[in-house]
């Protein structure tokens, strides 16, 4: 007679699903503490004959995404009532509820909003940092569609006040940067207040007075002639520069003194010169200008001497591309670093 089948009451099938859960659990756990045992010894076995150590880079908590950066070409409306060709670069996670630091950058004497290709990659590594940048052409130059008769220091400034006019009726803008070059430092150095947050002057044309004429004439004598023949006229033709300058931008040139602005100005200050600056300004207008920084009295990057292989636009002197491109990067590193550093320190290394 065939055996009866046992039969298990409720409460044994449970006892036994329990034991079995339980015998289940001691294998993972032991399964992982031998893994851990083996990662840790291969990682001290690596560490000790030098070799890299094992990446816990899955285990490593998510980074936060850079912003990118939006590039757009623009015309915005200038106080003087007329057109100012721009090109703005903004983070493409900016808002209008949260502040933006922005940076304003000024090409130098017939030159444009380009800045011999430096102001686009600035502007890049700026907007990945959450600071957002616009540049111009200032009259005359690049895309604008006045005479270059109405490029003078004046308009320079009008045109630097519409810019961040521009943004700040655009966007919500905190504190605001100025970088310039040559020309556009002198425009800069005269832009300075308590307003500006930053400013970054590349080579900037600062002799005092008519002597920030010295590249378009390099005699005292010279630059007074110049001078006595715009009055006549209105204007002064310069035949190796294929343009016409006002008497009033000379008479404005007279006038102004940058040393004095950077002397008193308070805030954060980054001034570079080139080794072929001297071909444009003289020792003693970088000297000058070198000497104005110092006498605020409060520390500036001071990037004298490291641009030695430099020409006035930061490009190799020797024309060797390779050169040119690791110049550039100098360049362009150090002062979006300096400006991090001053508009969104949060975002600094």
């Not at 990446?55 to 057109?83: K, Y």
Request: proline content about 5%; charged content about 20%.
């Amino acid at each position: 007679m065939p055996k009866s089948k046992k039969v298990s009451s409720p409460a044994q099938s449970a006892e036994r699903q329990y034991r079995r859960l339980r015998r289940l659990y001691a294998v993972m756990v032991c399964t992982l503490c031998i893994a851990a045992v083996v990662l840790c010894t291969v990682a001290a076995g690596r560490v000790a004959t030098g070799s890299p150590a094992v990446s816990l880079e899955l285990f490593s908590p998510a980074q936060p995404a850079q912003p990118a950066p939006v590039t757009t070409t623009l015309t915005i409306p200038s106080v003087r009532g007329t057109d100012i060709p721009a090109t703005m670069t903004v983070p493409d996670n900016i808002s209008a509820e949260s502040e933006t630091p922005l940076v304003v950058m000024c090409h130098g004497f017939t030159g444009n909003r380009d800045g011999d290709g430096h102001f686009q990659p600035l502007a890049d590594t700026l907007a990945k940092n959450g600071i957002a940048s616009i540049r111009v052409d200032f009259a005359g130059n690049g895309e604008s569609t006045e005479p270059f008769t109405a490029y003078t220091l004046e308009s320079m400034y009008d045109d630097i006040e519409s810019a961040i006019g521009y943004m700040k009726d655009s966007y919500t803008i905190g504190p605001v940067g100025l970088v310039g070059h040559s020309m556009g430092g002198r425009a800069v150095s005269l832009h300075l207040s308590d307003d500006i947050a930053a400013a970054a002057l590349w080579s900037p044309a600062n002799g005092n007075g008519l002597d920030g004429l010295e590249f378009l004439d390099d005699t005292p004598e010279g630059r007074e002639q110049m001078r006595a023949d715009a009055a006549e006229t209105g204007e002064y033709a310069l035949s190796g520069w294929n343009v016409t300058i006002s008497s009033d931008f000379i008479e404005q040139m007279d006038k102004s003194h940058p040393a004095d602005g950077i002397r008193s100005y308070s805030g954060a200050l980054l001034l570079s010169f080139a080794g072929g600056d001297l071909g444009l300004l003289s020792q003693t207008t970088i000297d000058d200008t070198l000497q104005a920084a110092r006498d605020r009295g409060t520390d500036f990057v001071d990037l004298y001497g490291q641009f030695e292989d430099a020409t006035h636009n930061y490009a190799a002197q020797s024309g060797d591309t390779a050169e040119t491109a690791e110049i550039s990067a100098r360049l362009e590193d150090q002062t979006a670093e300096f400006l991090i550093g001053a508009l969104q320190p949060d975002q600094a290394a």
